[in-house]
């Protein structure tokens, strides 16, 4: 009863309140009405989260937020499989998280394929970013607005494009370097 009063309140109400940074006061409790409805929905949580305004990830049972992780504004998750979100990993408006496919043989549709994504801690995804199943996304890495990944990015990897294709790779702070 908890869950379904929560995915009312989040889908009818608290999806299209202001966003968390706008209004003052009134977008921090925007936010914080929709982190309590995500609370309840999501598979697991930990810390302060953030969800933007609009976004869509059905009932939330497959989703994964660590601390100081956000889902940007009018995100969308589509499938079946487990999306988790790392620490302090920012999204751009508009991104959308595949984790299924269809099966498709000779003679036609044949189910779907499942997999799950990961988006490692402080990875940054840009605005209209289109992340398909099965793909990790690495510390540290940033997805240029507008790419297509339907492979692994890995540690500090920055990828533009469709598909996405490494444009460089960031020198990693001190502390991550290898000894």
Known sequence: ??????????YFFAKNLPRSYELGPVGKMSGRLRRFACRRLFQKTEGIFGVERGADFGGGRNII???????????????????????HVMMGPDVLILTSDHKADEEGFDGYVTKDVLIDDHAWIGARAIILKGVRVGKHAIVGAGAVVARHVQDHEVVIGNPAKVLRVRVPPPDDRKS
């Open 65 to 87: 937020m660590r601390e100081y992780g956000s889902l940007g504004e009018n995100l969308r998750v589509m499938g079946e499989g487990t999306v988790t979100v790392g620490r």
């Open 1 to 10: 009863m908890k869950r379904i009063f929560c995915y009312l309140l989040y």
